[in-house]
T-cell receptor, first 115, second 114 residues
Framework: AQSVAQPEDQVNVAEGNPLTVKCTYS??????LFWYVQYPNRGLQFLLK??????LVKGSYGFEAEFNKSQTSFHLKKPSALVSDSALYFC?????????????FGTGTKLQVIP | DAGVIQSPRHEVTEMGQEVTLRCKPI?????LFWYRQTMMRGLELLIY????????DSGMPEDRFSAKMPNASFSTLKIQPSEPRDSAVYFC????????????FGPGTRLLVL
């Protein structure tokens, strides 16, 4: 079975500082990994994904994520946080070897960027 | 493209009433997903369709929940009878080729069952 863990319910960072939102996963085959962001009263929006290739994936709004197979991690990063980055962030995974098309989402991490 | 469209955006109903949530996916997308989001359980996949056919409904909590997709541009999620514990935000999402591809989420329907 596939699973994903976001160990931090909330991350606080000062504006202008680098941010990291953590994600670890568990799959039996090769993973497809995603990050989504949810602003208040909105649906989830896609940020970036890793399917194969370079371990460093660049996405929307200056976000990037690093795939680390040995640590089974896919942490989301941004060099300089903006107040407008404050939102709920979801990591998601799908097992390549799975027969199903469904993606498993993490519980979400609330990012608070402090002015 | 208008994106995924859901209606209504808000629904308040009384326990025991039937509730129908509606979704229009992005044109050309082959997959449609229904999710439920609550504080306690996070984001849960309820059911998904491929080319209008239900593929996996293992996330549907009870027989009170049913979903249909009569054509490529419309899906419904029905709760009958509704209960207070069904209160949640229900999202519809669609994607072009399934789980490898980006899922595009609608704005959600916020359901409150009194």
């Amino acid at each position: 079975a596939q699973s994903v863990a976001q160990p931090e319910d909330q991350v606080n960072v000062a504006e202008g500082n680098p941010l990291t939102v953590k994600c670890t996963y568990s799959v039996s085959g090769n993973p497809y990994l995603f990050w989504y962001v949810q602003y208040p009263n909105r649906g989830l929006q896609f940020l970036l994904k890793y399917i194969t290739g370079d371990n460093l994936v660049k996405g929307s709004y200056g976000f990037e994520a690093e795939f680390n197979k040995s640590q089974t991690s896919f942490h989301l990063k941004k060099p300089s946080a903006l107040v407008s980055d404050s939102a709920l962030y979801f990591c998601a995974v799908r097992d390549e070897s799975g027969g199903y098309q469904k993606v498993t989402f993490g519980t979400g991490t609330k990012l608070q960027v402090i002015p | 493209d208008a994106g995924v469209i859901q209606s209504p955006r808000h629904e308040v109903t009384e326990m025991g009433q039937e509730v129908t949530l509606r979704c229009k996916p992005i044109s050309g997308h082959d997959y449609l997903f229904w999710y439920r989001q609550t504080m306690m359980r996070g984001l849960e996949l309820l059911i998904y369709f491929n080319n209008n056919v239900p593929i996996d409904d293992s996330g549907m909590p009870e027989d009170r929940f049913s979903a249909k997709m009569p054509n490529a541009s419309f899906s419904t999620l029905k709760i009958q009878p509704s209960e207070p514990r069904d209160s949640a935000v229900y999202f519809c999402a669609s994607s072009l080729l399934g789980a490898m591809e980006t899922q595009y989420f609608g704005p959600g329907t916020r359901l409150l069952v009194l």
